[in-house]
């Protein structure tokens, strides 16, 4: 049978023969394909990353497709917005990405697309209970094999962006899907390119392919700084998450890359809408406003955000977690290799250096994202107490994704993770001793709940 507990809030996802077995994946194809099936949906293009366990979760989940009367396009071994991409390029009904994105090696798993909108929550439970139901369509799809979708996506890339000197950047691609695609683009476009594990390799023998983590982009950051480059640029497992290092071997977090993205952006369109996550930065917030655009706090998620900026046409949108989104003149989609080449059309047509261009904002101290331990059973009505109680008080608290509390001089951010057993932390204050405070207030009232 299938565990249930593979069925996550944005995509199925597990370990590798313990999780994801031979036969759940064959069930996990045929439940999809119903799924589309049902809505009268029947094409649809299938890919994989690079681990180890990807050709042949693919080719299973292909004849769980086509036993339900699905046709299918094989697409190869690409990274995720290339299979997006696929999905418009050749328009098919649907797409499935077989990706453990940025987890361990052991991992793999599932993102599954109706047209460009990812699947998620209640959706992704529905076929769940297709497979517990034993309910699957019946029908005989056919197969087709499509060689050629990562040319026409460079080609495109290049034909659609424009730098107006050359930059010199550096690419670690953490031997993920992207390693192959990226530099190539990069070089047509004008860019004096240095490569750094863009070799695939399931086993990740180098670093965690995670370029928003510290510790996996420390051999980028010794090399920009070593090196006469502009920046560095790392790439997550499958490349739909960016990291940006600057000249200096500094990290550019991902609210601050989406608030250089936005500047830009809004030079364009004033008056425009553009959208973040909860765990963004006050300085985000603000300078969205200060530049003449509309800021929109949303929840987080890939899935969320697209669905948000769908809904509200809105153009640009981003997360911390280096997922960016791009409807002014791209799909709509988180792609950090088409992020990568709008970054440096901003340098290339900047008289700054990377790290000067949000040197005007405030100072602001903040901690990382802090996980804390909760369990799945108690992590959401957890929230919701801390929540209630911050209200109660008359607190200003944003709750559109578990509570995010202002202060005058600063926030805090408590929610529940949608994918772990724990809940999701985060601070920033004007003064670092402000930030002990904040942190130890909201804190001191969880422990006092639990």
Sequence with gaps: MI????????????????????????????????????????SVAIGGDARLSSPRFKKIFTKGLLSVGCDVIDVGIL???????????LRTDGG??????????????????????????????QILNIILSGNFAEGHGKLETFDGIIKIYQDYLVKNIKIERPVKVIIDAGNGAGGPIAPDILRRIGCEVKEMYCDMDG????????PTVAEY???????????????????????????????KGNIIFGDQILNIYARDFLDSYP??????????????????????????????????IKKKMKEDNIKMGGEMSGHIFFADRYFGYDDAIYATCRFIEIVSRSNKKVSELLADQPVMYNTPEIRVDC????????????????????????????MRVT????????????????????????????????????????????
């Excluded at 950051?221 to 000249?247: F, T």
């Excluded at 059973?377 to 944003?398: C, H, P, Q, T, W």
Aim: glycine share 10%; net charge negative.
């Design 3 to 42: 565990n249930p507990q593979i069925f996550r809030q944005y995509d199925v996802r597990g370990i590798v023969d313990k999780d994801l077995t031979d036969e759940s994946v064959l069930l996990l194809g045929r439940g999809f394909g119903t799924y589309l099936r049902n809505m009268n949906l029947k």
């Design 79 to 89: 990274a995720t917005p290339v299979l997006y991409f696929a999905i418009q390029e």
């Design 96 to 125: 499935v990405m077989i990706t453990g994105s940025h987890n361990p090696p052991e991992y793999n798993g599932f993102k599954m697309n109706v047209g460009l909108m990812s699947i998620y929550g209640d959706d992704i439970q």
């Design 203 to 210: 086993t990740f023998p180098n670093h965690h392919p995670d």
């Design 217 to 247: 982009i420390q051999d980028l950051i010794k090399e920009v700084k070593n090196s006469d480059a502009e920046l560095g640029i790392g790439l997550d497992g499958d490349a739909d998450r960016i990291g940006v290092v600057d000249e």
């Design 271 to 304: 008056g425009e809408k553009v959208v973040g996550d909860v765990k963004c930065s006050k300085n985000f917030y603000d300078d969205i406003k200060n530049h003449g655009g509309i800021p929109v706090m949303y929840k987080t998620g890939h899935s969320m």
């Design 375 to 402: 369990s799945d059973d108690y992590k959401f009505e957890l929230v919701d107490k801390v929540r209630d109680s911050f209200i109660d008080e008359g607190a200003d608290v944003n709750s559109i994704d578990g």
């Design 407 to 450: 202060f005058s001089d600063g926030w805090g951010l408590v929610r529940a993770s949608n994918t772990q057993p724990v809940i999701v932390m985060r601070f920033e204050a004007e003064t670092p001793e402000r930030l002990t405070e904040i942190k130890k207030i909201v804190e001191d009232r969880i422990d006092s709940l639990k």
